[in-house]
């Protein structure tokens, strides 16, 4: 081992002990002073401050969120009993032991179903204490996996069995700008013949505040359809196997929408500043579903956050554009 600079030697008089911590404290100076180099041969755990500061410069990883019940539920104590409650006794209903094994390897929840040592006996028999593990099962789901929860929640039955304040609590009061807009678009003379439009913008409407990701899907699938309904009505070919850049382009060309001359008039000019506005708002909407939404087969956890308030814009926009693209092709 090579032997320490004199300075860093403490007198022979010393003991063992004030010499080491001498070293110790003569070591921290020079480092103070930017010397490092010049004792690590023998202070090899003195660093530098900017070089031990050199393992955090490494970006953290982005944290998910995990998804939560909506506050209307959680708010209130007695709500969220009643939810839990009424929830367990209708799925309870709604599913037998096959439902429940499915559910269990979906979901990863052998320990609580599969391997339970009375929960799908109680169920097969119909004992009396299958309820109960059925509530135990709903707790716990909403303390450890609501996304499980969510799939028993959008069960038909639970649908049109709990009770309205139930499901209004978990909705949200429903975006009103959507609200008028979905309500409008059903009574747009131009598209009855072509596409149930009001059905589409019904679920775009139903998705909002509470499911941002799943609007923005809708809205694509609103969009889409749309698009496709107008090129089949015009007898355009070969509809099915474009996709959705291509149906875009396709669409706005058929309607006289995307021409290659100098506008006639300023006003024209102006019509062709809007409409490739709307090219951009649809393409946007489409990218937006990849993105944040469902779209191919997207791992839930794995898209980005988006808002109510976004997600809102995007839906109000893909309904007006769709209006507009069905009118405008009943026009000409």
């Known amino acids: 081992m090579p032997t320490p600079p004199q300075f860093l030697k403490a007198p022979d008089a010393l003991d063992t002990g004030v010499r080491e911590r001498c070293r110790v404290v003569a070591a921290a100076v020079l480092v103070s002073l930017d010397y490092q180099r010049a004792i690590a041969p023998f202070f090899p755990e003195a660093q530098c401050p900017s070089s031990s500061m050199r393992q955090w410069e490494h970006p953290m990883p982005k944290i ?85 929860l969510m799939v028993l929640f959008e069960i038909p039955r639970v649908q049109k069995e709990l009770s309205d304040d139930l499901l209004v609590a978990w909705h949200g009061q429903q975006d009103p700008l959507v609200s008028a807009l979905s309500h409008s678009l059903g009574t747009v003379d131009a598209a009855r013949d072509m ?28 969009l889409e359809a749309a698009m496709r309904s107008i090129l089949d009505k015009r007898g355009v070919t070969g509809v099915e196997k474009l996709d959705f850049p291509a149906l875009m382009n396709r669409c706005l060309t058929e309607l006289g929408m995307a021409p290659k001359g100098a506008p006639a008039s300023e006003v024209e000019k102006k019509i062709r500043s809007i409409v490739y506005g709307a090219k951009e708002i649809i393409i946007a909407a489409n990218e937006l579903r990849n993105l944040a939404g469902t779209g191919h087969g997207r791992v839930v956890g794995t898209e980005e956050e988006l808002s109510a308030d976004d997600a809102s814009m995007i839906a109000s926009s893909g309904m007006v554009l769709s209006a507009w693209l069905l009118r405008r092709a009943d026009a000409i």
């Open 64 to 148: 998910k969120r995990k998804p939560e019940l909506p506050e209307g539920i959680t708010d209130d104590p007695a709500t969220l009993g009643r939810f839990k409650v009424e929830l367990a006794e209708i799925v309870a209903k709604a599913y037998g032991s096959s439902n429940w094994k499915k559910f269990a390897i979906r979901f990863g929840l052998d320990r609580e179903i599969s391997d339970h040592p009375r929960f799908l006996r109680s169920c097969d028999w119909g004992d009396h204490d299958y309820e109960g593990h059925v509530i135990n099962l709903i707790d716990h789901l909403c303390r450890q996996n609501v996304p499980a």
């Open 195 to 222: 596409i149930d439009l009001g059905s589409y913008a019904a679920r775009v409407e139903g998705t909002l505040p509470h499911d941002p990701k799943a609007a923005i899907g809708a809205t694509k699938d609103l």
